[in-house]
């Protein structure tokens, strides 16, 4: 009962901030987070789990940490279940578990930092974090703005991908003290800008570089658009616009180490 | 009375294959069904519309057409609004638009074509339209198993980009024979393929080319494997793997022509 008020207290972002907790939903998800060292509070489990064999054989993961993890796992009812989870159609499990605790100091050997400066909107960010992994940056930077990074519906969307990945909310300041102090130039993605295969020209071999990229309707800030050493734009179709989260893919795709 | 009842079987695909008209829901998806050529069945209008000085602007735009199209414009209550909206708060608009007839002939100058092979998520395949329009492709081509392209979901992801660009549903068996007549190569995407970078260099210059993606899950059927002269893949981190729109995109970019 304590895990099950915990979990719907997650929902908000001041509670998430505040406990340092956030919350995994779904079979996948979970399996995800099983896999990876964070730490576990607790896991709600509904009945309908264990009526689908890959429930089951998660519920028996659950019971017998691969890692050691000791954790409660509360069997609650369906309708209570409901009530705490963030989807139409609940798998059932839940699991309550531990923020990491990333910061600029956590990035060992920067090669490329993406920056999201702004950004609303949980899907894309997910979608986003989930690439950033895929494609080896080395850590991703959320610029206040920018919607909470263990928001549920970013979490379903990333994949688990930040349950690896190295990713934080950070001020502009902190950002440009760490870019400064080690001679990372930041180059920002903005409509305006360059075409990004005239600017990628100029990339010098083994360097490293933060790439910023901005809010889906108002694109990049003043303050992270003044400390950019180059804008790139991707060369598009006048009328039409590209999804946030593809283009972003395409700008780590092209500009990776 | 009769447009509504009209809007709310459109929300099945039967529905809209038997009318071939679907539906165009919100202030900026139908600001860009005035924008293009498409034929215009009705529009139905609640309230809340007019409330809002953009809305109120559209609401100007649809009684003046500015393409010369003469439409009934249906005013009906907030209530009969939301039983034929497929969103949980409506902006009070909605269309019903005439599917243009599509087919292999529609592509004049064939450069790039996009086939989607068994694609069911409606968001991914909206975002995958938006960058196809945006990134020049002549035509997107949706084989079987592929959700239908004018699902309101997938218009809603699309952001208008289809009312312009050309797409449409086809066989396997038409794709080939198009493909083959046109001596355009097919190349598919598979997490098994060939490194991108390493295929991309044998493309030579000026030339056409057909892309397709697979199913979320499954990936590409076994006809379209088949078929395919060269299967592509994205060097990504073994972990984690790439949202389809995002590959996609990337694909598309350094594919383009």
Chains 1, 2 share one sequence.
Request: neutral net charge; charged residues 20%.
């Amino acid at each position: 009962v304590k895990l099950l008020s915990l979990a719907r207290d997650l929902q908000r972002r001041r509670a998430r901030e505040r406990e340092s907790y956030f919350v995994v939903e779904g079979v996948r998800a979970v399996e995800e987070l099983l896999a990876s060292s964070l730490r576990v509070r607790g896991v709600l489990v509904a009945p309908q789990l264990a009526a689908a064999p890959r429930g089951a054989a998660l519920l028996e993961a659950l019971r017998n940490d691969s890692k050691g993890r000791d954790y409660p796992i509360a069997e609650i009812s369906e309708q209570e279940f409901q009530g705490a989870s963030a989807t139409e159609s609940p798998q059932g499990v839940l699991a309550i578990a531990r923020i990491p605790e990333h910061s600029f100091d956590s990035i060992k050997t920067p090669s490329r930092i993406l920056v999201l400066d702004g950004l609303q909107d949980p899907g894309n960010v997910g979608t986003i974090l989930r690439t950033a992994a895929a494609l080896g940056v080395s850590a991703t930077v959320a610029l206040p703005g920018t919607v909470d990074l263990w928001n549920a519906k970013v979490v379903r969307g990333a994949m688990g991908a930040h349950f690896r990945h190295v990713a934080f909310h950070a001020s502009v300041n902190a950002l440009q003290r760490y870019l400064t102090e080690h001679h990372i130039p930041l180059w920002a993605a903005d409509s305006r800008g360059e075409p990004l295969d005239t600017v990628r020209a100029t990339l010098p071999e083994a360097s490293r570089l933060a790439i910023a990229v901005g809010n889906e309707g108002a694109g990049l800030s003043p303050e992270v658009s003044m400390f950019a050493a180059r804008t790139v734009a991707l060369p598009i179709d006048g009328v039409e616009s590209l999804n946030v989260a593809v283009a972003t893919g395409i700008i780590l795709y092209e500009l990776r180490a």
